[in-house]
């Protein structure tokens, strides 16, 4: 089994930066696929990045392409998120999930996530 933690939201202007981790325990998650998505009030779960283990090659939505970075640290067995030029629609839940092998786009194909973390953007 697999558990996920995220940490590092919080409140920040637009145009700020976060950074976002998600610490797994319970096994190592340096042969999981990682991916990143987020969910806003009313709204479905979105794709945000994902970071695979085999390469490593890295994936985002058209929405955060270039200013989000994805990243990991397979010694701390903990995966990044770095959010730069923040707008306010990125305003969501952020959440961690992890998968050994499927389709890294969509929800369903991930095994384990984390409990999410809250950013908000003001304007």
């Known amino acids: 089994q697999v558990q996920l933690v995220e940490s590092g939201g919080g409140l920040v202007q637009a145009g700020g930066s976060l950074r976002l981790s998600c610490a797994a325990s319970g096994r190592t998650v340096s042969n999981y696929t990682m991916g990143w998505f987020r969910q806003a009030p009313g709204k479905e779960r979105e794709f945000v990045a994902a970071i695979r283990w085999s390469r490593p090659s890295t994936d985002y939505s058209d929405s955060v392409k270039g200013r989000f970075t994805i990243s990991r640290d397979n010694a701390k067995n903990t995966v990044y998120l770095q959010m730069n030029s923040l707008k306010p629609k990125d305003t969501a839940v952020y959440y961690c999930?992890?998968?050994?092998?499927?389709?890294?786009?969509?929800?369903?194909?991930?095994?384990?996530w984390g409990q999410g973390t809250q950013v908000s953007v003001s304007s």
């Open positions: 999930a992890a998968v050994r092998y499927g389709s890294i786009w969509y929800s369903e194909s991930y095994d384990y």
